[in-house]
């Protein structure tokens, strides 16, 4: 009996739908044959067809297409075969294909919690585990871990933690999300922001101008942020955020307004002195007390301000809460 030779195989085992990919099996004959009958069929998916070829010509590569949903499915594949002179022989083997578009993944960077080390994790289909290399702003990595993902569920985020081994002010957050069929996609965020100590500077009540007398306690700060600029701004574009508080004398709405205006005069200080980043203000009024108080309580502590730099989003905290800031032109 003449044994009848036959090839069989995928032209990939993975294969995206999104881009209209189809499984797809490569059958090809060594011997010419007076017919032949493949089929393909999967408990899996309950998917079965045959291709029927008559006469086969040798070494010509049939391509057997057919589509499947996302997941993962085992195809038993067999190969009847006639020869010329009659003699019938049958091949069988199973393949195994993977369904699925590759893994996208991204930070939303209002998800960011430092305190609590952890962000969101958005994909489009569940991801498996979460490798995470944290820096701090010296560039010292200082947490390395793998986030194993349980009872994750399709489109919504993951709830993703870090472990930080070493101390340091965080500077970027890398993580390679991994998904069941073998993608994996990298994304990264920078959620650094560094705080300038300074001096708060006095306005006479009512009043956003800056003193002359109150100017020198801008130097220092000034300093400060252009050493940080000068530092960080070779990895990272840097901006600078100046926010404004009052007390509670006086009326909420009235403090909000001279909160913008003494937010806004800080901030074209900085400007007129020659600064070449963003530059971003806005006040916050009565309602972030640093220290909690009474209505029409005169305290000093809360007729401050902030200037902060980050690389990213305009920094969000207790001091910081969420809203518009104004870019200064």
């Given at each position: 009996?003449?044994?009848?030779?036959?090839?069989?195989?995928?032209?990939?085992?993975?294969?995206?739908?999104?881009?209209?990919?189809?499984?797809?099996?490569?059958?090809?004959?060594?011997?010419?044959?007076?017919?032949?009958?493949?089929?393909?069929s999967s408990s899996d998916t309950g998917f079965s067809k045959s291709w029927p070829f008559k006469p086969v010509t040798v070494g010509k590569e049939y391509t057997l297409s057919w589509s499947q949903g996302e997941g993962s499915a085992m195809?038993?594949?067999?190969?009847?075969?006639?020869?010329?002179?009659?003699?019938?022989?049958?091949?069988?083997?199973?393949?195994?294909?993977t369904s699925?578009?590759?893994?996208?993944?991204?930070?939303?960077?209002?998800?960011?919690?430092?305190?609590?080390?952890?962000?969101d994790l958005v994909t489009n289909h569940p991801p498996s585990h979460v490798e995470l290399e944290v820096l701090a702003d010296d560039q010292r990595v200082v947490g390395q871990s793998t986030f194993e993902v349980v009872g994750a569920e399709q489109g919504k985020p993951v709830r993703v933690t870090w472990e930080q081994q070493e101390p340091g002010n965080i500077f970027r957050i890398a993580a390679r999300a991994h998904d069941e069929y073998g993608y994996w996609?990298?994304?990264?965020?920078?959620?650094?922001?560094?705080?300038?100590?300074?001096?708060d500077v006095h306005f006479?009540?009512?009043?956003?101008?800056?003193?002359?007398?109150?100017?020198?306690?801008?130097?220092?700060p000034w300093r400060l942020i252009r050493e940080a600029v000068t530092t960080y701004g070779a990895w990272v574009r840097c901006a600078l955020y100046v926010a404004g508080y009052t007390d509670t004398v006086g009326d909420a709405g009235s403090n909000?307004?001279?909160?913008?205006?003494?937010?806004?005069?800080?901030?074209?200080?900085?400007?007129?002195?020659?600064?070449?980043?963003?530059?971003?203000?806005?006040?916050?009024?009565?309602?972030?007390?640093?220290?909690?108080?009474a209505d029409n309580t005169d305290e000093v502590r809360n007729r401050r301000a902030l200037y902060v730099i980050t690389a990213g989003p305009p920094p969000r905290g207790g001091d910081t809460p969420g809203g518009a800031w104004k870019r200064l032109q």
């Open positions: 009996m003449v044994q009848a030779g036959v090839y069989i195989g995928l032209r990939q085992d993975r294969i995206d739908p999104s881009r209209g990919e189809q499984a797809t099996l490569i059958v090809s004959f060594d011997e010419k044959l007076f017919r032949a009958m493949v089929t393909v195809y038993d594949v067999s190969v009847e075969m006639v020869t010329l002179d009659g003699e019938h022989q049958l091949e069988e083997t199973a393949v195994y294909v699925a578009s590759p893994l996208t993944a991204s930070i939303p960077p209002e998800t960011v919690d430092l305190a609590s080390r952890s962000f996609a990298e994304v990264e965020i920078i959620p650094w922001s560094l705080s300038i100590p300074h001096e006479e009540t009512g009043n956003h101008v800056i003193s002359e007398d109150q100017k020198p306690k801008m130097d220092e909000q307004q001279l909160s913008d205006r003494r937010a806004l005069s800080l901030a074209r200080h900085f400007q007129q002195r020659g600064a070449d980043f963003p530059i971003f203000y806005r006040g916050y009024g009565e309602k972030v007390p640093a220290v909690p108080t």
